[in-house]
């Protein structure tokens, strides 16, 4: 007779970090939503992957970080604060160069 199996030892079902569905927790990908799960998350949600968006998209990279089902909340915050120090110091350049730009262009006379 076969015995059954120790119910500590079966794996329950887990929600889908994307749209919180309840999957099977050998899925690799949700069944309803498609999205990768565990290792299959795509690798703009990793730490390294934020730091590219970061470069190339300034700010707007925060939607990834909040939606990364592989950070900490404690990361979450970390990199917020990081991506908006980062952010108020290069508007302060820029604005900086822009006033350069204007006081230098008061100073030269059109004839």
Do not use: N
């Not at 795509?42 to 730091?51: M, N, T």
């Not at 909340?73 to 990199?79: E, G, P």
């Not at 980062?86 to 822009?98: A, E, P, R």
């Amino acid at each position: 007779m076969e015995q059954p199996a120790d119910p500590s030892k079966i794996p329950l079902p887990k929600p889908c970090w994307a749209c919180g569905r309840v999957i099977d927790p050998q899925d690799h990908y949700c069944r309803h939503c498609g999205k990768g799960q565990a290792d299959y998350v795509p690798w703009y949600y990793s730490h390294w992957g934020v730091c590219l968006l970061i470069l190339g998209l300034g700010p707007f990279a925060l939607y990834f970080v909040w939606r990364s089902p592989r950070m900490s909340q404690q990361a979450k915050y970390t990199y917020t604060a990081v991506i908006m120090i980062i952010t108020w110091w290069l508007i302060s350049v820029m604005y900086k160069i822009w006033a350069f730009y204007q006081t230098f262009m008061g100073s030269v006379q059109t004839y």
